[in-house]
Every structure is written in structure tokens, then in C-alpha cells.
């Protein structure tokens, strides 16, 4: 299986600031990677697709690239309402993998 | 607008099985794969599998291989997912999920569509 490593695993950060969050595949994913965020008690909500594709309604300050192997996800400007947990997803292999999450706090 | 719509929570015994429903609205579901993800307390998602609704075909995580079984009924525009021999480390949220992008075009692997969740606790 593709492993997934997500980084870091929990971040404190304050309403606008930038935020960076790193996703590194195990083998070679092409752009088969997705960003979700997720709040408690509720599904994932699917951010970015095929590694830097928006998906329709999310805001613009979530933007996603890669680097090779490795998969960053950034909010440009942290709003209150972004305090959640985000993981990363390959869908290049089966079973699809995901990272084991970053929690955005408070600061 | 699209909606994912699921059973209710369950509680089983140990060697149990449980049963999720998962009805969709807004969409046909013979025009998209769909999948079941899994999250254990604490933990991040994990991929059971996805059926092809249109064909029924189905392809599962090595992990489940033999004790799950995903199926459908195109009539009511609903995809099941069957769980067998329950253990404590079952208990979870199942969820269901809509790939991005329809079977006949290019799709993607992203879920953009999920349904609420049914939490399944297996307790003896």
C-alpha cells in the first residue's frame, strides 16, 4: 500500500495567518492526490482535487501544488472558520490512502 | 442539489453483521462509482471499496476482502454495504462517498459527495 505522511500532525495558528500543511507519498502519485477538511461529528469536505484543482464553492485562500512526491496545501489567510482537521488522499493505487490528518488550532 | 442520505446508527455484537444504507438524491447513481470510507474513534479515513452501480461490479480493500459486500439497488437509487464477523475494531463511522466525475468521462478518485455517517459500535 501507498503510505501517506502528513506533516505536521497538529499546528496552532491565529485568523490571518498563512498556513502550510505537507503531504508525502511513499512512491510516485502522479497528481492522484486530494485535500479534505473536516470538522467533528461531520464527513470530510473535499478542498482540492488532482493535486491543485478547486473544487467548486471553496474559497480561493485554499490552494494546493506539488513538488514531486510531495503535496502542499495552504490557506493564504486562516479564518475562524478553517479550524478543523485536513487530510491528504492518493487515489493513484488501490486501496486509496489517506494521511493521518493535521489538526489546525487556535493559537 | 446532490445529497447522500444513510441509515441509521447500529450496535452489534461481536460476530455480528451490520448492514449501512445510503440513498442518493440529485443525481443517479448508475453514473457514478461509489465508495465506503470507514473512520475509527481518533483515527483518519480508511477505503473499504467501491461498486460500479451501473454494472455492479465491485472492487474492496485486500484488508475486507471476504467480509464485506457492496451492492445496490438502481430502482431506489441506493448502495448498501454489508459488514461480516464483527470485532470491537469495527467500530467505527461508515460513510459513503461519490467519486468526482462521471463513470463515462474521466474521473478523478476524489469523493466530492458523502453522505452523514452511521456509527456502528460493536460491544458484547
Known amino acids: 500500500d501507498i503510505q501517506m505522511t502528513q506533516s505536521p500532525s497538529s499546528l496552532s495558528a491565529s485568523v490571518g495567518d498563512r498556513v502550510t500543511i505537507t503531504c508525502r507519498a511513499s512512491q510516485n502519485i502522479g497528481t492522484y492526490l486530494h485535500w479534505y477538511q473536516q470538522k467533528p461529528g461531520k464527513a470530510p469536505k473535499l478542498l482540492i482535487y488532482s493535486a491543485s484543482s478547486l473544487q467548486s464553492g471553496v474559497p480561493s485562500r485554499f490552494s494546493g501544488s506539488v513538488s514531486g512526491t510531495d503535496f502542499t496545501l495552504t490557506i493564504s489567510s486562516l479564518q475562524p472558520e478553517d479550524f478543523a482537521t485536513y487530510y491528504c488522499?492518493?487515489?493513484?493505487?488501490?486501496?486509496?490512502?489517506f494521511g493521518q490528518g493535521t489538526k489546525v488550532e487556535i493559537k | 442539489q446532490e445529497q447522500l442520505v444513510q441509515s441509521g446508527a447500529e450496535v452489534k455484537k461481536p460476530g455480528a453483521s451490520v448492514k449501512v444504507s445510503c440513498k442518493a438524491s440529485?443525481?443517479?447513481?448508475?453514473?457514478?462509482?461509489m465508495h465506503w470510507v470507514r473512520q475509527a474513534p481518533g483515527q483518519g479515513p480508511e477505503w473499504m471499496g467501491w461498486i460500479n452501480p451501473n454494472s455492479g461490479g465491485t472492487k474492496y480493500a485486500q484488508k475486507f476482502q471476504g467480509r464485506v459486500t457492496m451492492t445496490r439497488d438502481t430502482s431506489i437509487n441506493t448502495v448498501y454495504m454489508e459488514l461480516s464477523s464483527l470485532t470491537s475494531d469495527d467500530t467505527a463511522v461508515y460513510f459513503c462517498?461519490?467519486?468526482?466525475?462521471?463513470?463515462?468521462?474521466?474521473?478523478?478518485?476524489?469523493?466530492?459527495?458523502w453522505g452523514q455517517g452511521t456509527l456502528v459500535t460493536v460491544s458484547s
Open positions: 488522499q492518493q487515489s493513484s493505487n488501490t486501496p486509496g490512502t
Open positions: 440529485g443525481f443517479i447513481i448508475t453514473g457514478y462509482y
Open positions: 462517498a461519490r467519486e468526482k466525475g462521471l463513470m463515462s468521462a474521466v474521473t478523478t478518485g476524489a469523493f466530492d459527495y
